[in-house]
């Protein structure tokens, strides 16, 4: 990657979540119209990032386009998230299975992403703990071998969802510290080459992110 598409990536990234949070804490409340220009002057930047940017939240859900009236705010949409965690919980555990037996790389890398994930909750750092969980995940998935698989988990942007997942742990008050413990029993499977124990351990962590976005 050159180093110029590598800043615009960076900067679209943290555009994103700039753009993200002002939605999760109201600061833009649903119908808020997005304009490309008064975004790309806020951020000092092309107007390139900014409908990069754009075109991942409207993948993720939270901004949708209208003719003539450009990117609106839509808001959290918590039954289409569930309907992502299900398709997702669908995918990587069929990616489990594909990926057995499991060669020792993979079992390593994934227990260095959850070492910096038990770090990044020992420095109260929950972004960071996002970032190595979507990479722990994304890693079951490419140890699939599967790139159709791999796409479409891609396509449903963990980056972003990540973000609004750990917004609505923040607001209802829950910790992320039982999730880090359900990961290292995931990792247990793993070692112990069983990948139907392995699926009802990865199962069981996107049951309990799901708990936090059920109907009360």
Same mark, same amino acid.
């Given at each position: 990657?050159?180093?110029?598409? *590598? ?26 119209? *997005?304009?490309?220009?008064?975004? %790309? ?10 409908? =990069? ?41 069929? @990616?489990?299975? #594909? ?8 079992? %390593?890398? #994934? ?8 770090? %990044? ?5 929950? $972004?960071?703990?996002?970032?190595? @969980? ?7 998935? =490419?140890?699939?071998? +599967?790139?159709?698989?791999? +796409?479409?988990?891609?396509? #449903? ?13 923040? =607001? ?12 290292? &029993?995931?990792? &247990? ?10 699926? $009802?351990?990865?199962? %069981? ?6 708990? &936090?976005?059920?109907? &009360?």
């Amino acid at each position: 990657m050159s180093e110029t598409v *590598l800043k615009r990536t960076c900067m679209r990234d943290r555009i994103r979540d700039v753009l993200v949070a002002r939605i999760l804490d109201g600061t833009y409340p649903a119908g808020t119209q *997005l304009k490309e220009l008064v975004l %790309a002057r806020e951020f000092n930047v092309s107007q390139a990032p900014i409908r =990069e940017a754009l075109r991942e939240l409207e993948g993720s859900g939270l901004v949708h386009s209208e003719r003539f009236r450009g990117t609106l705010v839509r808001g959290t949409d918590f039954e289409e998230i569930l309907d992502s965690y299900e398709l997702r919980a669908t995918l990587e555990t069929r @990616a489990l299975h #594909l990926a057995s037996p499991y060669d020792g790389a993979l079992i %390593a890398e #994934l227990q260095h992403c959850h070492a910096q994930m038990r770090e %990044a909750l020992a420095a109260e750092d929950p $972004e960071r703990y996002i970032d190595y @969980a979507m990479r722990f995940h994304r890693r079951i998935m =490419e140890g699939s071998g +599967n790139r159709s698989f791999l +796409n479409v988990w891609d396509s #449903l942007l963990w980056d972003v969802r990540g973000r609004i997942v750990l917004h609505r742990f923040v =607001e209802t008050g829950r910790s992320f510290a039982p999730l880090l413990q359900m990961h290292e &029993a995931l990792l &247990a499977r793993l070692a112990a080459q069983d990948p139907s124990g392995a699926s $009802e351990a990865l199962r %069981a962590i996107l049951d309990r992110v799901c708990s &936090a976005f059920a109907p &009360a």
